[in-house]
């Protein structure tokens, strides 16, 4: 089903190219004062062909909510919304009609449904991802109201890795550049990799980073809901996602006991632990620690060159180059795992 | 909530101190012979105390099935089961009364539910995957008779990495070692540093790689549910669980779109990709492959020393080295994601 | 939460107020052809404003579909879809602004919500119905193709019964009447019941019966989700609907066993009752006959006269008339439970 | 899927004739003492073979709790219970293996599982009940620490009717007699009609009204999820129920809106209605007032006489009398109508 979150819940529909995408915010608090303009602007963020290292792509995204909102604020009714496809270039895809272009989902939806729609890989298009940007949107200004934040970044590029701990870097500069990687050497760094895989006509993968802030203790659930499972979940559910970890992680494989236990002690007035080597979250609830984890993304399928494949009779084919699709999938990747971080928590807040 | 799943949807109570640990497993189909002394076996798979390398507890756990069966064949009607705590030690936890262990769900589930339940961790104790072991074992009875089959094991303890592929490995050895590695010379150098680690008083973490084989293409869901998502949050739901990969996982972030694209090809009379980078799975729907993943797992939090800690006041206190858990997780953790698995992939498979 | 439904699930959107109403409809089915001016044609049916029994109000409403549909067939994928709401008239209810108007959702709302949106009832709005017409419409679409039909007709309103059992009335004359009741000279005398009624600044009850015809054997479920449940739910969830039965219902409380059981013969070369006091569905499940039932509605509460009531400060005040409602919801309602009946009997098909 | 409810849910499992029935209650707040006698008497008053009027069989139903408390208290975790079924009587059903009994779900379970389970109707069976009943204790302990109680009775059996208003009953008295009719003359009437009923081989179905008192005005939910929505699904779950209503009900269909709208006054400091045609609710959220409803219970089907039927093979069959089942559900039915609205209601409190 195409619905994502129990008591702040996204129902999507849209596919790259019919006429809209949208979806539908239900769960949404009454009585919130929710700024468009703001989250215009995080639509505007996951928007190819904003730079020289994203492709030439140009999509007007005007997103417009019809229902669940009066004089400003949201009435707790469910808030619709839709977002015109204004080029729909379906004709650019004639030449997809029966072919499976290697590594995408066009055997798999085959498989599943009997169908064909070689129209940009319905549902599995990125364009999806445009109700997800949205309803984050919403939910993060109801976050923002109990002071918790969520702020994500690019911390690999290939093998451009920057391995500052988040609490060291100025995460004001996110968005100076357009990898979106708050430490400037390495921003310029991955910035000459994404041109050269682009001149390349090639594809490279990537990490992206997110710290949630501010989350009081006690949201989450201990047993199969647990907070970091539908951290896991909403994070593996984005197109090219590979990997997620939280806390320490893979690393803490390799690790003992007492080498990352994290002691409590009485800072102030109130409990706090000493360190933070379980990313904020003990048995599936938070312990009111920054809630930190990374998702790994393997370089997108659609090359920017000529790919020998099989159409739908078995027959060899080719998958011609477009040209149109981004190199690197990481700076369009952070607002949505932003916008997926903050439906995941907001859900979790109404639930407790 | 205590619930897994949607079509086979598993239900699951009890402490690790109360009268009893079960479930209810609701959707299996009707029909289906069902060979309960595998279930019991795979029960004792995860108890603890088996070897020199875990610990002394001999935990007698039997499950007795009380409805959903005739004749030793499934109803279709719900399928309750109870597993009795036989020895339930409460009094070794008087000590823990008013202590929030680090890094344990003590803290957390005061926030949460404003109650101290200290005997030994409520639902967030290891007794609670009983259940789980219980219900996977019935879904995978389900899944063998289409041929599909899951096989985890140990690729990683401390420092000790098992990184030859799975398709180079004998999966029939990893019930031939305490420690669950196919690799014979591997699971010596991991005895070693478990017994190591046992002496030191202290634990470690690692990793469990799990492989479903025989899954046909089409199951699984595009959008939010896609089925590396839903096995993410069914591996991140289990205890110590850090981190969760498929596929070409993290490493995929390092790699360019020409190297890792799995390109289709018409093997005999049916497609066929190449590669499996993608972990047979594409736009989230099964491509026919094998589905293979990694589980990362912290080292557990309970030592086998004494640790500084704070009490519910915020008094400084010391928990107590008990001696009786498991130095290192992963030998119990190997059937549990089993598990996991193939309750996953079989409630996709009812969902399809 | 506002969606109906498991595995075929409407969630709508939408205040008569506001832009538009609309909604997504998730688990239709791939590659069922569907005529969208059928659609359109039971859009038209729950319109109000279309002769003299019913008022004025003359809503353009055109369904406009943005996803899920390519070359005229379902693709699997959602169905979104917008209705925009042509003429908003919201000053027409600035008079209600700080009123509870009596029997209506006003002052439950403002309890829930805490919030006051005065501009025709927000979500309990008739036009709410708009989205469950069309969700319905396709339903339909997908159960004819099952040979499963839906038809529905006023059989009282008022104290004009009609007692006639629907085998022995002409189903296909429904339509011929703006009361929509098969039987000629019972309509007329509902015709000139609702005359007299809006005459006279009042409004009227009355029962809708709906028969599924057509249904296998097999579908629904035993306990807590009997298909009779699912339909009473959807039945219901109706503005207005203050009853519900099936089968024999309330009369068969005043029935003794030996008159009512259904006795299995062998009629030609199957199983089949001789009688259908069940209603069609034994235990929750289906049974093969024809599933019937009939919804009670209460008058509504918009009066065409002036009415005594409080404002939000608990002072008096008075609604005014405003002679745009319906003196009878039946007609109306006809198409709606049909709506509710399909989309119910949908999704219990698709589960089984 | 066997579970009822959302954030209160009971998942419930067990035959009539396997070794235990029982469920796990999901939701249960912490902290909440649980008196567990009063729940073991709630399970006590659904027994069958109380008194002359019903059945000898005497089953000795001890509820047993596993999980979920400490100290008397509720944990917040799941509530597991079982009761074990003492007197299996399995063989007392041979003769029923391959007979499908009239106005039975015997066949439809057939058509639905392919499976025939002859032991006294598989899951449903009366038995099932048992778990509603526990459950809803625990419900109706919740609901009390707030003030809301829930109170059923027998309002007809047969043709004798009781129509006296709920308010003008003395509900204290509805233990007082075997019936459970809190007007002793009716009962006694009643109590001659189902003890002529028994003698006569036969079985006769009534009608429970219950009430609702206390529950604040704001729970429940405007659209599809009507407060009276859900109950009437939970009511129309029971076994051999066949209608539903509540406020005015059937009746208001006959009505004139000018008679049965609820004028809004303000007595002494807060807003209340004048009449409760409503029934407690409006718009699918509760008003504040009380909420009735009626549920109607047709005759069961099992005879205490032989009944011709057919056998799996379309073969002419006989059901022999057993002399074991009520003459009248009536009485059983008043303690599981107030399990279902228990739960009912304090699921839509916790949504709240």
Same mark, same amino acid.
């Given at each position: 089903m195409n619905s994502f979150g129990n008591r702040f819940r996204l129902t999507s529909f849209g596919e790259s190219h019919g006429a809209a995408v949208g979806g539908i915010i239900d769960g949404m608090e009454p009585g919130i004062a929710i700024d468009l303009d703001a989250v215009q602007r995080e639509l505007d963020r996951r928007r190819p062909g904003q730079s020289a290292v994203t492709t030439a792509r140009n999509e007007k995204d005007r997103v417009e909510v019809l229902s669940g909102m009066f004089e400003g604020k949201t009435t707790g009714t469910p808030i619709g919304f839709i977002v015109r496809n204004a080029d729909q270039h379906s004709n650019d895809y004639d030449n997809l009609r029966d072919v499976f272009r290697p590594s995408h989902a066009d055997y798999t939806y085959m498989a599943k449904y !009997?169908? /064909?729609?070689? *129209? +940009?890989? !319905? *549902? &599995?298009?990125? /364009?999806?991802?445009i109700s997800r940007v949205v309803a984050g949107a919403f939910a993060r200004q109801a976050l923002a109201l109990r002071g918790i934040t969520v702020t994500a970044y690019a911390s690999q590029i290939g093998n451009i $890795? @920057?391995?500052?701990?988040?609490?060291? @870097?100025? %995460? &004001? @500069? $996110?968005? &100076?550049n357009v990898v979106r990687c708050p430490d400037l050497a390495t921003a310029e760094r991955m910035i000459e990799l994404v041109k050269q895989v682009k001149a390349d006509g090639d594809t490279i993968g990537g990490v992206v980073t997110c710290v949630v802030q501010g989350v009081p203790a006690g949201i989450g659930d201990p047993v199969f809901d647990k907070l970091h499972a539908r951290l896991a979940s909403a994070m593996m559910s984005i197109n090219a996602a590979k990997g997620f970890e939280y +806390?320490? !992680?893979? =690393? +803490? =494989? =390799? /690790?003992r006991g007492t080498e990352v236990i994290d002691i409590w002690s009485t800072a102030a007035d109130h409990i706090k632990a000493l360190s933070n080597y379980s990313g904020g979250i003990q048995g599936g609830i938070s312990n009111g620690e920054d809630i930190y984890m990374r998702v790994a993304f393997k370089p997108v =399928?659609? %090359?920017l060159r000529d790919v020998q494949t099989v159409d739908i009779h078995g027959n060899p084919a080719v998958v011609r180059a477009k040209g149109r699709h981004d190199p690197c999938v990481i700076p369009r990747a952070v607002p949505i795992v932003e916008a997926m971080a903050a439906m995941t928590i907001y859900d979790a807040y109404l639930l407790t």
């Open positions: !009997g169908i /064909r729609d070689h *129209r +940009g890989g !319905g *549902r &599995s298009s990125a /364009r999806e991802t $890795v @920057l391995d500052t701990p988040y609490q060291d @870097l100025d %995460l &004001s @500069l $996110v968005e &100076s +806390g320490m !992680g893979f =690393a +803490g =494989a =390799a /690790r =399928a659609t %090359l």
